[in-house]
């Protein structure tokens, strides 16, 4: 949207703003997050995971989510439902990491 002008603009400006958004998430609980998980805040559930997994270069595991795009900010707490076990994670800025060249 920060470009002058583009295919299709006019028609995403009429939509209004995004009712999601795409964050990143370091798992500081114990697990692993997988597609299709339910992320909250509390007990206000916000989202669902889209993938996850252990990253060796990182050594921890990450993961992806849709979430309510005002529900949370980078540096936020959320927690993981992990079949029937919630555990934690922080909101981290996407990408995970920058390959240096």
């Given at each position: 949207?920060?470009k002058?002008?583009?295919?299709?603009?006019?028609?995403?400006?009429e939509?209004?703003?995004?009712?999601?958004k795409?964050?990143?998430?370091?798992?500081?609980?114990?697990?692993?997050?997988?597609?299709?998980?339910?992320?909250?805040i509390g007990?206000t559930?916000?989202?669902?995971?889209?993938?996850?997994?252990?990253?060796?270069?990182?050594?921890?595991?990450?993961?992806?989510?849709?979430?309510?795009?005002?529900?949370?900010?980078?540096?936020?707490?959320v927690?993981i439902d992990?079949?029937?076990?919630?555990?934690?994670?922080e909101?981290?800025t996407?990408?995970?990491y920058?390959?240096?060249?």
């Amino acid at each position: 949207m920060k470009k002058n002008d583009f295919i299709g603009k006019k028609a995403l400006e009429e939509r209004g703003a995004p009712a999601i958004k795409r964050i990143g998430l370091k798992i500081t609980g114990r697990g692993i997050a997988r597609e299709q998980q339910s992320v909250y805040i509390g007990d206000t559930l916000i989202g669902q995971t889209t993938s996850g997994t252990h990253a060796p270069f990182l050594k921890y595991p990450i993961a992806m989510a849709l979430v309510s795009a005002d529900s949370v900010d980078v540096g936020s707490q959320v927690e993981i439902d992990i079949r029937g076990r919630r555990i934690t994670a922080e909101v981290v800025t996407l990408p995970f990491y920058k390959r240096i060249k």
